[in-house]
Antibody
Framework: QVQLVQSGADVKKPGASVKVSCKAS????????ITWVRQAPGQGLEWMGW????????NYAQKLQGRVTMTTDTSTSTAYMELRSLRSDDTAVYYC????????????WGQGTLVTVSS | DIVMTQSPDSLAVSLGERATINCKSS????????????LAWYQQKPGQPPKLLIY???TRESGVPDRFSGSGSGTDFTLTISSLQAEDVAVYYC?????????FGQGTKVEIK
């Protein structure tokens, strides 16, 4: 069965960086993309960007351009999302989700990773 | 960006009664070449990730109970729970995947009356 398993919760100071991992299993990793979505406490869902696991092409949300980098390691079927220059309003649960690529819904989601930014 | 607006923000429904959630997009998400509306619905329970319920506006994801149905086309969509069960208490989100960036509605919280 398809599973996306994310890394554990993290606490960072303002200005630091965080890297969240998302390990996929149960399907051929390179035939799908991975989307990252975040959810601030008590808030809605915000799309952060997408990466193709086939060729590494990326598409980032405009507001995060320059602060976010998404990568994949096809040898371990793992996707990564790094966010730099963290601010308090980056405190959120970060989700990875499987994405068919090119206008498709997100059919499987990771369990989420809480990132807390606090001095 | 396409703005997705859900109504109401919350609703309380008695067990066994119908729950209806509306979603309106700021521009059409109907792709003329395939006549499909690029609209999905998700259910999110506390402490859990979103779960895909409906895609292409009305196609139920495998394993989703048939009391959940989606309808609409273009800019106006509806998610209906025909007979509310206790396990349906959750926040529901609509999502357009017609254009980048994909966007979500603000969510509708469904509770038991």
């Amino acid at each position: 069965q398809v599973q996306l398993v994310q890394s554990g919760a993290d606490v960072k100071k303002p200005g630091a960086s965080v890297k969240v991992s998302c390990k996929a299993s149960g399907y051929t990793f390179t035939t799908y993309g991975i989307t990252w979505v975040r959810q601030a406490p008590g808030q809605g869902l915000e799309w952060m960007g997408w990466i193709s696991a086939y060729n590494g092409n990326t598409n980032y949300a405009q507001k995060l351009q320059g602060r976010v980098t998404m990568t994949t390691d096809t040898s371990t079927s793992t996707a990564y999302m790094e966010l730099r220059s963290l601010r308090s309003d980056d405190t959120a649960v970060y989700y990875c989700a499987r994405d068919g690529g090119g206008n498709t819904p997100f059919d499987y989601w990771g369990q989420g990773t809480l990132v807390t930014v606090s001095s | 960006d396409i703005v997705m607006t859900q109504s109401p923000d919350s609703l309380a429904v008695s067990l066994g009664e119908r729950a209806t959630i509306n979603c309106k997009s700021s521009q059409s998400v109907l792709y003329s070449s395939d006549n499909k509306s690029y609209l999905a619905w998700y259910q999110q329970k506390p402490g859990q990730p979103p779960k895909l319920l409906i895609y292409w506006a009305s196609t139920r994801e495998s394993g989703v109970p048939d009391r959940f149905s989606g309808s609409g086309s273009g800019t106006d969509f509806t998610l209906t729970i025909s007979s509310l069960q206790a396990e349906d208490v959750a926040v529901y989100y609509c999502h357009q995947y017609y254009s980048t960036p994909p966007t979500f509605g603000q969510g509708t919280k469904v509770e038991i009356k």
